[in-house]
């Protein structure tokens, strides 16, 4: 599997008077949250961040990255509130705003999409399933 991007819209539901913005995304399940550069961070208004967070990178470094928040983040129909590690140079999507907004990627097609069996409306998981099928 190549390279998955998708379009989404980043907004700052504390400033609607700032514009939203429109940004092409890197796709990454095995990312947590969602990273977005310091020029999208200080054009959301995000420039006081709620505290720094220690963050592992792929090639095995650490470093100390700031967190802000709030963000909403829009993409096919759906929405979540999420916050952001300020890192990188492009905007990167992870595992919990893709699982909270109901989205899955499809890697044949290399694209984002609604997960399949909740096509209308994002599905959430409000508690654990049982291990046991029985109990």
Not at 19 to 34: K, N, P, Q, S, Y
Not at 48 to 55: F, G, K, S, Y
């Amino acid at each position: 599997m190549g390279l998955v991007r998708t379009a989404l819209r980043l907004s700052n539901p504390a400033r609607p008077d700032l514009d939203e913005i429109d940004a092409v995304a890197l796709v990454d399940t095995g990312a947590l949250h969602l990273c977005i550069p310091k020029h999208v961070a200080i054009q959301l208004g995000l420039t006081t961040p709620m505290e720094q967070r220690e963050v592992r990178t792929a090639d095995g470094g650490r470093d100390l990255v700031d967190y802000v928040l709030p963000i909403r983040v829009s993409l096919l129909g759906r929405t979540c509130g999420t916050g952001a590690l300020v890192m990188g140079d492009e905007v990167l999507l992870g595992a919990i705003p893709m699982e909270d907004m109901d989205l899955i990627v499809t890697p044949a097609a290399q694209t984002v999409a609604r997960n399949p069996e909740s096509p209308n409306i994002a599905v959430s998981v409000a508690k654990g399933l049982p291990l046991d099928p029985a109990s």
